[in-house]
């Protein structure tokens, strides 16, 4: 209980930022309207369409977090309530986590809350799972792709100043996701053209194909459950690893003042 109370203070917090508010539900919505061309997730009860959205929404969006969220593990020194935080009968990794997840259940209220809209419209077109299944990939492609983006602010934030942190983060998120989302795939005649590879967890719960183009036949052998497992886990796990040592980082910059 003590650290839902410290998560809500810190999610009333990140709430009152407006711009953040603003950014996030704008790529949302530029996120949506990318499906434009395509189908969109509200119009069918095709599974296909609803994962393509998922993973749009692991694309745009954290470019909002990645430069907003430099604070993330930088606030205690820099506010310099550091010292009161140690002193409060909780561990730092408490304190730490309760910030992140507060944060985090704010800024991705919008991405949510589309998904599972597009989830429960879906029911009208027959796909009666829509709901569970937008949860299912809200949970294993969107929130460990906002987690990732906020971690790389996070560090960035820690090492560098503020200004060149959002910058820095923001083009780090951009890196990620060309070296990770996009895939080169061999044409007929030769030379090979770019799709949105399909993340691995959604390729084994819903059998989506290894690209987000159903009109891309491209042979290639299916993703196992663990790969699928190994990438969801390597996500949080080096989101992990950048938010403790942007921590580490934080608390030696404050001890240096």
């Not at 429960?120 to 709901?131: K, M, S, V, W």
């Amino acid at each position: 209980m003590r650290f839902l109370r410290m998560a809500l203070v810190h999610a009333r917090i990140a709430a009152r930022q407006r711009a953040l508010w603003a950014a996030s539900a704008a790529l949302c919505l530029l996120s949506l309207a990318v499906m434009v061309n395509g189908g969109m997730p509200f119009e069918s009860g095709d599974v296909f369409d609803l994962a393509f959205f998922a993973q749009v929404l692991a694309l745009l969006p954290p470019i909002a977090y990645a430069a907003a969220c430099t604070d993330l593990a930088s606030s205690p020194a820099r506010l310099g309530i550091g010292e009161v935080e140690k002193a409060a009968p909780v561990a730092s990794v408490v304190l730490a986590a309760a910030r992140v997840a507060g944060t985090l259940a704010v800024v991705l209220l919008p991405s949510l809350a589309l998904l599972l809209l597009c989830g429960f419209a879906q029911l009208a077109h027959g796909n009666l799972l829509g709901p569970l299944q937008a949860l299912a990939m809200f949970a294993l492609v969107v929130a460990p792709a906002a987690l990732l983006a906020s971690a790389f602010s996070a560090f960035a934030g820690a090492a560098l100043p503020r200004a060149f942190a959002r910058i820095a983060a923001a083009a780090a998120w951009l890196v990620v996701l060309a070296l990770t989302s996009f895939v080169g795939v061999p044409e007929a005649g030769g030379g090979v053209h770019l799709e949105i590879a399909s993340d691995p967890a959604l390729q084994t719960l819903f059998g989506l194909p290894p690209v987000l183009n159903e009109n891309v036949a491209w042979a290639v052998a299916p993703v196992s459950p663990l790969a699928a497992f190994a990438s969801v886990a390597g996500r949080v796990a080096l989101a992990a690893a950048l938010l403790a040592t942007a921590g580490a980082l934080s608390r030696a910059r404050g001890r240096r003042r």
